[in-house]
C-alpha cells in the first residue's frame, strides 16, 4: 500500500536554530498539506498545495515557517527560527484532488516530532 | 467558540458496550465530512466517510445532522481495538480547507 513518507521522524533543536521537514506524498496524490498537531489538541492546517501552487497558508506563521513544494512532488517546510512553542507534531498528507468529494481523502504520513529547547 | 467542537471524553466503556460520540461545527456551509481515528503517538488514519443519508461500515455508523449542524459516530460491541482518539473532520468544499476538532478518547477495558 502507499504511503506518505516524511522526514526525520524526531527532531531535536535549540531555540533560535533552523529546522526543515520533508514529505514525499503519495505518487499521482494531487494536494499536499501540512499540519501541526500540539499534544491533546486536533490537526491544524499550515498550509495546503494544489500542485506546487499554495491554495491556503492562512494559518502559517509566515514570520518565522516557509513552505515550498517546487515540482509538484514532494515538499518542505521549514522553521526559522525555531521557538520553544514550535514543540509539536508536523504531519504531512496528502489526496488525490480535483472535483469529486472521494477525492479528498487525506492520507497521513507517520509525522515529525519536533521538541524545540 | 470552536469551528469544530468534541467531547474530548475519556469515555471508559467495557468491551462489548456501545458508545457514541457527537461533534458539532459552526460552518453551515460545511460540505464533507469524515471520522478518523488516531492511535496514540500515531497519525491520524480516515475511518470514515459521513454521508447525508447516513451509513455503516460493520460496527460503526455514522450520521450527519445539518439542521443541528452535527455528526455522530457510534460503535456497537465495543473491542479492546477500539481504544484510541477518534476526531471529526468537516470541511467546508470539497477542495475547501479541513477542519478537525480536538478530538473524542475511547478506552475500552475488558
Known amino acids: 500500500e502507499a504511503e506518505v513518507a516524511q522526514s526525520p521522524r524526531y527532531k531535536i533543536t535549540e531555540k533560535s536554530q533552523a529546522v526543515a521537514f520533508w514529505c514525499d506524498p503519495i505518487s499521482g496524490h494531487a494536494t499536499l498539506y501540512w499540519y501541526r498537531q500540539i499534544l491533546g489538541q486536533g490537526p491544524e492546517l499550515l498550509v495546503q498545495?494544489?500542485?506546487?501552487?499554495?491554495?491556503?497558508d492562512s494559518q502559517l506563521p509566515k514570520d518565522r515557517f516557509s513552505a515550498e513544494r517546487l515540482k509538484g512532488v514532494d515538499s518542505t517546510l521549514k522553521i526559522q527560527p525555531a521557538e520553544l512553542g514550535d514543540s509539536a507534531m508536523y504531519l504531512c498528507?496528502?489526496?488525490?484532488?480535483?472535483?469529486?468529494?472521494?477525492?479528498?481523502?487525506?492520507?497521513f504520513g507517520p509525522g515529525t516530532r519536533l521538541t524545540v529547547l | 467558540r470552536k469551528e469544530v467542537e468534541q467531547d474530548p471524553g475519556p469515555f471508559n466503556v467495557p468491551e462489548g458496550a456501545t458508545v457514541a460520540f457527537n461533534c458539532t461545527y459552526s460552518n453551515s456551509a460545511s460540505q464533507s465530512f469524515f471520522w478518523y481515528r488516531q492511535d496514540c503517538r500515531k497519525e491520524p488514519k480516515l475511518l470514515m466517510s459521513?454521508?447525508?443519508s447516513g451509513n455503516e461500515d460493520g460496527r460503526f455508523t455514522a450520521q450527519l445532522n445539518r439542521a443541528s449542524q452535527y455528526i455522530s459516530l457510534l460503535i456497537r460491541d465495543s473491542k479492546l481495538s477500539d481504544s484510541a482518539t477518534y476526531l471529526c473532520?468537516?470541511?467546508?468544499?470539497?477542495?475547501?480547507?479541513?477542519?478537525f476538532g480536538d478530538g473524542t478518547t475511547l478506552t475500552v477495558k475488558p
Open positions: 473532520v468537516v470541511k467546508v468544499g470539497n477542495a475547501g480547507k479541513s477542519t
Open positions: 498528507a496528502s489526496s488525490l484532488g480535483g472535483g469529486v468529494a472521494g477525492l479528498h481523502t487525506q492520507y
Open positions: 498545495f494544489q500542485d506546487e501552487s499554495v491554495v491556503d
Open positions: 459521513v454521508y447525508s
